[in-house]
């Protein structure tokens, strides 16, 4: 069973920057579909983007295309979340999952059966 522990949260200004990482301590990422999902206070947990396991051009949501960047070390067994330009509107809890699968919606691709989970780490963007 993939074990899945995410680090990096904490408070930031608007328009500073934070990596968070998603780290493998039990299993491989290596060939792993993974995503990062955020849940604001309030709100329904939404993915924000999926990488493939094949290497594949990696999926954003709009709200953070252009300001997030997904990308996967495989020696480290990690993969990150580098956030730029963050917003007050991006304060949440956010989560990485690995995925048994992908689909596509309205042209965009989604990690889809999701088999573990991280605990998440909180990103609070205040100034």
């Known amino acids: 069973q993939l074990q899945l522990v995410e680090s990096g949260g904490g408070l930031v200004q608007p328009g500073g920057s934070l990596r968070l990482s998603c780290e493998a301590s039990e299993g491989t990422l290596e060939t792993r579909n993974i995503a990062w999902f955020r849940q604001a206070p309030g709100k329904e947990r939404e993915e924000i983007s999926c990488m493939t396991g094949f290497g594949g051009a990696p999926s954003y949501a709009d709200s953070v295309k252009g300001r997030f960047t997904i990308s996967r070390d495989n020696a480290k067994n990690t993969v990150y979340l580098q956030m730029n330009n963050l917003k007050p509107e991006d304060t949440a809890v956010y989560y990485c999952?690995?995925?048994?699968?992908?689909?596509?919606?309205?042209?965009?691709?989604?990690?889809?059966?999701?088999?573990?989970w991280g605990q998440g780490t909180h990103v609070t963007v205040s100034s």
């Open positions: 999952a690995a995925a048994q699968s992908i689909t596509f919606n309205r042209g965009r691709l989604y990690c889809a059966d999701f088999g573990s």
